[in-house]
């Protein structure tokens, strides 16, 4: 009830190309949905993060789509650039629960 | 600047030692973190803590303890009871949830 299941564990994608990368849970009473980029060697930070009552949300490249039906989140990043390869987590939160769960991480690489 | 200093960057122990990790933040958060990060396993809460004086276990706290005796310090310490202890060693903070983490570089330790 508790676990974030993210997909897939690697990723390699073409400069120009779009990055997909899946989340799905369980526990229906999850609210906040954020999405963390780690650089090796660095913590990770917040890129983008979207509540339910919206099904997309936008920042630049990077899009979150969020299918409350199916239990499912997801992140795209258009045009995708070499500076785009990292570490993305997707991570979810309910309210009154101080603390993120966290996908097992998509380790992402473009090529130039 | 406002940020999470953790240190050191690189921790060496023996095995049967206990070894403290340090985490300092000024960003005037009520809420922190401690994560461990193993490849492959994503970002696993050890212990979290939302006001001073007081602190909950998280999904893996076995081996493990903290203090919280100031808003902005927050050490780690990994006890020779920890069976795995090598991981990279992620510290958090935030306001109250729901609100992005902030994270510190991290502190990788190998305990040989």
């Known amino acids: 009830q508790q676990q974030v299941k993210q997909s897939p564990q690697s990723l390699i994608v073409q400069k120009g190309g779009i990055s997909i990368i899946n989340c799905a849970y369980e526990?229906?009473?999850?609210?906040?949905f954020p999405w963390y980029q780690q650089f090796p060697g660095k913590g990770p930070a917040l890129l983008i993060a979207?509540?339910?009552?919206?099904s997309e949300k936008k920042e630049g490249r990077f899009t979150i789509s969020f299918n409350k039906s199916a239990k499912q989140f997801s992140l795209h990043i258009m045009d995708s650039q070499p500076g785009d390869s990292a570490t993305y987590f997707c991570?979810?939160?309910?309210?009154?629960?101080?603390?993120?769960?966290f996908g097992q991480g998509t380790r992402l690489t473009i090529n130039p | 600047d406002g940020g999470i200093t953790q240190s050191p960057k690189y921790l060496f122990r023996k095995e049967g030692q206990n070894v403290t990790l340090s985490c300092e933040q000024n960003?005037?958060?009520?809420?922190m973190y401690w994560y461990r990060q193993d490849p492959g396993q994503g970002l696993r809460l050890i212990y979290y803590s939302q006001i001073v004086n007081d602190f909950q276990k998280g999904d893996i706290a076995e081996g493990y303890s903290v203090s919280r005796e100031k808003k902005e310090s927050f050490p780690l310490t990994v006890t020779s009871a920890q069976k795995n202890p090598t991981a990279f060693y992620l510290c958090?903070?935030?306001?109250?949830?729901?609100?992005?983490?902030?994270f510190g570089n991290g502190t990788r330790l190998t305990v040989t």
């Open positions: 979207i509540r339910p009552d919206v």
């Open positions: 991570a979810a939160s309910r309210e009154g629960a101080q603390k993120l769960v």
């Open positions: 958090a903070s935030s306001p109250i949830l729901p609100s992005p983490l902030h």
């Open positions: 960003l005037n958060h009520d809420a």
């Open positions: 526990n229906t009473a999850f609210d906040y």
